[in-house]
């Protein structure tokens, strides 16, 4: 479904097919490196173009997974925050972040550390997101669209494009460093952290919060009326590999 060679690692190409794997190769030789095979099928794959062993791969359970090619069986970090299957992913050329594009009619931009989105796109008219690129000069991202159309969106929402004057520069820079100065008080967190939904986005998150609490609550019911240890903890990372294949 999806393949990309590794900007770094030039000789080194990993796919995406449609019985659920991950398939790695080393192109200098005839059969595959390494295969991961994941509990749902993965729409896409994009190398880390600072890292050469870091790549992530947009899933159809809604999630996005980083890898680190040399340690296949546990993911570096699962990144949620869509409601439908999550189409195609692309790196920012800095590496430290990356864009999502969805079912859900909605493009997310993640930080490579984090399993949260920091900024979500969404418009009226805007239908299934299918692919979505991020410009090399770092400043834009490029969308294409169910209804045939591509967007041009600013990467930072807040910037400001064109020539700054010296002063406007330091106004800027000083806004920044208060923010970063105060990021930890609840209003200032509260505010740098909200992110208006449309209204079908907003339910299903509501409801996808029912059910992982009722799947919980399930786990510990369980867990509390078995015989101990025999249901064990398992972290979030593990729970979506399947096998690794070597």
């Not at 045939?148 to 494009?161: F, H, Q, T």
């Amino acid at each position: 479904r999806s393949s990309d060679l590794n900007p770094i690692e030039t000789y080194l190409l990993g796919s995406c097919a449609s019985d659920r794997n991950i398939v790695l190769y080393d192109m200098r030789q005839a059969a595959p490196l390494k295969k991961v095979i994941l509990e749902m099928r993965s729409n896409s794959l994009c190398w880390n173009p600072m890292e050469a062993f870091v790549f992530t791969v947009a899933n159809e359970d809604y999630n996005l997974y980083t890898f680190d090619m040399r340690f296949l069986d546990t993911p570096t970090k699962v990144h949620m925050d869509h409601v439908s299957a999550v189409l195609d992913v692309d790196y920012s050329p800095t590496g430290k972040e990356f864009v999502s594009a969805s079912f859900d009619k909605s493009i997310r931009i993640f930080p490579v550390d984090k399993g949260h989105s920091r900024e979500v796109y969404h418009t009226k008219r805007m239908q299934h997101v299918i692919s979505v690129k991020w410009s090399s000069d770092n400043k834009y991202i490029l969308c294409g669209s169910d209804e045939m159309n591509i967007r041009i969106w600013k990467a930072n929402a807040s910037e400001k494009l064109g020539v700054l004057a010296p002063r406007e520069r330091a106004a800027l820079q000083y806004h920044q460093k208060l923010k970063e100065k105060f990021q930890h008080h609840p209003q200032i967190k509260r505010i740098s952290r909200h992110r208006h939904l449309p209204k079908a986005i907003y339910s299903q998150m509501k409801e996808q919060r029912v059910m992982k609490e009722a799947r919980r609550r399930k786990e510990v019911n369980h867990r509390r009326h078995s015989k101990p240890g025999s249901v064990p903890f398992m972290a979030e990372k593990k729970k979506h590999v399947v096998a690794v294949v070597k």
